[in-house]
């Protein structure tokens, strides 16, 4: 259960200080184990935050957590001891995100102490602690230039990752683990992908520039808007004109190469994102099947949108259960993993992961890839997808399963590694298509 306290009625939703009070909660719980929008929906949940607040805290969040191996670097040359409670050691992070980006934040360094000193004093579990606040953060105004070099002596403070992320992306990647990692601590573009059974991306950039929203084609489908707004913004959103999707994201559907009546299954498919996708291609049979059912809620809220009909069902991927034993012509198989691929749009799973996951997340989808097959009509193909940087779960996975299977292999893009360039933006997404033998 994560943890919640309340600000008082009094404190100001539109000051930086009541942003970072909670934001250092949400930092909290990460830190004790919880996913990062997790904790944010708590937050909004339970207390009075306005919507441009919110906005904010997500943001000192996120920027907290992509900058949390250098500042806990820090912390550690400016605190006699590790913070308590763990809240306070948030607060300082999230403080010291700010202050060593500066020029990125848009805040003064005086104004950051300031705030953060008020946050300490308007939370509950902080409010002895605004003396510690104050020194800590004013000591790295004060001396900055000796402490920072200090902090990036270790590969956490220069990269902003645990050394085991590091030494893992140096074996698998030793020409690009630089820029993958430089790749994984940029904020996220918004890529939108456009429905093409309701405009042409022509069109929709035509409508864009109309409404004063700079952007530029970068797939077949995909919109990059220059400048990221609220998707509430968006024209045509709320009416399915557009959905918010990553470029490489975009690529799955289209491999499948889906015709009007297909029977189609999306295994593992929330939120929806590729089924949507799936459904703008052709007119087909699809079941979208995932273990949560109040995932395959935000699934239905997506078609609803889109104007767009699946059968939803709740369901493990490696049982039959759910299955009425009629073969489908596609699968897509977007089958769990680390999601090592795309921490640009959550940075909080670096910190969250660990070694061993990789071989438990790979074996979870064996399974899942093993079951699945058996559903597959001769000549049906069955696209595997995975978000993750790590051979265990991508090339050496798909290997192992059509050596297992007798599938062939169809060509498809394979690992594509996250990048954040004007010419190349997508996240770290693996690709592999395979044909069942006939019959």
């Not at 104004?111 to 510690?132: H, Y």
């Not at 085991?164 to 890529?191: C, F, M, S, V």
């Not at 069902?313 to 691929?341: E, H, K, M, N």
């Not at 061993?356 to 559903?375: C, E, N, V």
Request: charged share 20%; aromatic share 6%; proline share 7%.
């Amino acid at each position: 259960m994560i943890q919640i306290s309340l600000l008082p009625p009094g404190a100001k939703a539109d000051s930086l200080a009541y942003q970072l009070a909670y934001a250092a909660q949400a930092v909290a719980a990460v830190r004790a184990g919880h996913a990062l929008p997790q904790a944010l929906a708590q937050i909004f949940s339970r207390s009075d935050a306005p919507a441009p607040a919110r906005g904010a805290i997500q943001d000192l969040s996120y920027r907290a957590m992509r900058s949390l191996g250098l500042t806990e670097s820090l912390l550690g040359l400016l605190a006699n001891k590790p913070p308590q409670p763990e809240v306070l050691h948030g607060l300082l992070v999230t403080a010291l995100a700010l202050l060593v980006n500066e020029e990125e934040s848009g805040y003064d360094s005086f104004t950051v102490v300031d705030q953060a000193v008020q946050a300490a004093a308007i939370s509950p579990e902080m409010s002895f602690a605004k003396g510690v606040v104050n020194a800590i953060l004013r000591r790295l105004l004060r001396e900055r230039a000796t402490l920072m070099p200090q902090a990036t002596k270790t590969p956490p403070g220069t990269w902003n990752y645990p050394t085991w992320w590091i030494d893992r992306l140096k074996a698998a990647y030793p020409e690009q683990w630089q820029a993958i990692l430089h790749a994984g601590n940029q904020a996220p573009p918004l890529t939108l992908r456009v429905n093409r059974r309701r405009a042409t991306v022509a069109q929709y950039l035509d409508t864009l520039q109309q409404a004063g929203m700079a952007a530029r084609q970068v797939g077949p489908a995909a919109v990059r808007l220059q400048r990221p707004v609220p998707v509430q913004q968006l024209p045509g959103f709320a009416e399915g004109v557009v959905s918010v999707q990553d470029a490489a994201a975009q690529l799955a559907a289209p491999l499948l190469d889906v015709a009007d009546g297909m029977r189609v299954l999306d295994a593992c498919a929330a939120p929806g994102g590729k089924t949507g996708h799936l459904l703008e291609l052709a007119d087909l049979d699809l079941q979208a099947l995932d273990h949560d059912t109040r995932r395959l809620q935000r699934i239905a809220e997506n078609l609803d949108r889109l104007r767009l009909k699946a059968r939803l069902s709740t369901g493990d991927a490696r049982a039959d259960d759910w299955w009425d034993g009629q073969p489908f012509d596609r699968i897509l198989a977007d089958v769990p993993c680390t999601a090592s691929g795309i921490v640009r749009r959550h940075p909080d799973i670096r910190w969250l992961r660990r070694k061993t996951d990789t071989a438990q997340l790979a074996t979870l989808s064996t399974q899942i890839l093993d079951k699945l097959w058996q559903m597959l009509r001769p000549d049906g193909k069955l696209l595997l997808v995975t978000c993750s940087l790590w051979p265990q779960e991508s090339e050496q996975q798909a290997v192992a399963f059509a050596q297992k299977h007798n599938a062939i292999r169809l060509p498809a893009p394979g690992q594509l590694l996250p990048t954040a360039s004007e010419t190349a933006d997508h996240d770290g997404l693996f690709y592999a298509l395979f044909q069942k033998p006939g019959a």
